[in-house]
């Protein structure tokens, strides 16, 4: 019987114990690997930023000499001295006028000159006459002034008349509105014929008397527009001009500025100056502007420079020497003699006496005149520099640097 019973249970047996077998051998080997997960991309690392090379600090050289060598090179030398901080830059300047106080005097009007009223370098006050003119087109201006008038009295009177109808309903309120329109019209003309004459030099007084008493004047006079002095005469007595041809040039001397030329490797201590002194005029005034515009051919710096001369005479035009003082913020400076300082490696350098010779010590150059330098340097009040036969301690200062 279980014979039987196995025969008839053998198509389904098959399957299940083979069913068995996989799980038992699944089991037995584990669960199957995860897929491999891709690689990851290792995150990109920020870009650094070049740091700039380092400034290498210039340091001090030795340069071994003897008192032989110093002697037959002319070596000299001189003491160093301490400042208080001022120091000083002398350069070359030209007197100049400001120019919102300028003014170019112009013929107004087409004409002939008659009279030059005034001289160079004569002082005129404010509305004095300088010049007159004979002119056509003046004649012609006040002939339109006086033709503008007639015509702004008669709209005007024709006006104050339809006013008076319109009330009395009489007219209609259009005919009201045109006589109104045309009335402003010729006002309007009026003031502008009475520009054209304040344009072409005639005062509101002149202008009152030629719409009063209706004559004509062939003759215009020119009046200063401020009170200053004469720069320049541009016209002669005689001679025929254009409307706006220059008559006379007119300035207002006081204050005045001087432009001043300073060499580009000195312009970085202009923040520092105190004051400027012209020595030729004995007066002082204040830096008030810097250029930011350096010229080609001289490799220059223009600073401007005010003063308030009063009695001294400053010419425009002038050619004058300004000494610039320079306030050296507190910091210890040292003066030593212009002919002291040395270019080398494209850096000032002196020469500093030593029991061996010499130390060629970089200076930092603050201000310097004809005579003399103020510096900024590893300097003692006991030190002296080189003054002469400085080709020759240049000769060894690059000999030791090899």
């Known amino acids: 019987m279980i014979t039987h019973m196995r025969r ?4 389904f047996l098959g399957p299940i114990t083979f069913g068995l077998l996989i ?3 699944t089991t037995a080997q584990g669960a199957p690997p995860e897929p491999p997960k891709p690689p ?21 050289i030795v340069v071994k000499i003897n ?3 110093m002697r037959v090179a002319g070596v000299e030398t001189q003491p160093v001295e301490q400042e208080s901080g001022m120091g000083e830059l002398v350069v070359p300047g030209v007197v100049a006028v400001p120019p919102q106080q300028l003014r170019i005097v112009a013929a107004p009007a087409a004409g002939l000159v008659e009279t030059l009223l005034v001289a160079i370098d004569q002082d005129v006050a404010r509305g004095a006459p300088i010049a007159t003119l004979k002119s056509s087109e003046l004649v012609e201006a006040q002939r339109a002034f006086l033709h503008a008038v007639s015509d702004a009295n008669l709209a005007a009177e024709k006006l104050r008349r339809d006013e008076q109808l319109f009330k009395e309903h009489i007219i209609a309120e259009r005919r009201l509105i045109v006589t109104r329109a045309e009335a402003i019209q010729a006002h309007s003309a009026l003031d502008e014929r ?10 509101d007084e002149e202008i009152d008397a030629l719409q009063r008493e209706r004559k004509l004047a062939s003759s215009l006079v020119v009046r200063a527009p401020i009170a200053g002095t004469v720069l320049q005469r541009h016209g002669t007595t005689g001679e025929r001009v254009q409307a ?9 001397l006081d204050p005045i500025w001087v432009n001043l030329q300073v060499p580009l490797g000195r312009a970085a201590s202009l923040d520092n100056v105190d004051r400027v002194h012209l020595p030729s005029a004995g007066v002082d005034g204040k830096l008030i502007r810097i250029g930011r515009t350096v010229d080609a051919a001289t490799q220059s710096v223009t600073a401007v420079a005010e003063f308030r001369p009063g009695r001294s005479v400053l010419r425009p035009g002038q050619a004058v020497q300004a000494i610039m003082r320079i306030s050296g913020g507190g910091v210890t400076q040292w003066r030593v003699s212009a002919d002291a300082l040395v270019n080398f490696k494209n850096h000032n350098w002196v020469f500093v006496r030593t029991p061996e010779g010499f130390v060629a010590t970089p200076v930092t150059l603050l201000s310097e005149t004809p005579q003399y330098a103020s510096v900024l340097g590893a300097l003692k009040k006991s030190d002296r520099v080189a003054t002469r036969g400085l080709l020759t301690l240049l000769a060894e200062l690059a000999e030791a640097e090899r």
């Open 8 to 11: 008839a249970l053998a198509p």
């Open 67 to 69: 008192e032989d060598q």
């Open 194 to 203: 009475r520009q054209i004459l304040s344009l072409a030099g005639m005062t």
């Open 40 to 60: 990851e991309t290792p995150a990109p690392k920020p870009l650094e930023t070049p740091k700039p090379p380092q400034t290498q600090n210039l340091q001090p």
């Open 244 to 252: 706006s041809a220059p008559l006379i040039t007119i300035a207002r």
């Open 23 to 25: 799980l038992g051998v």
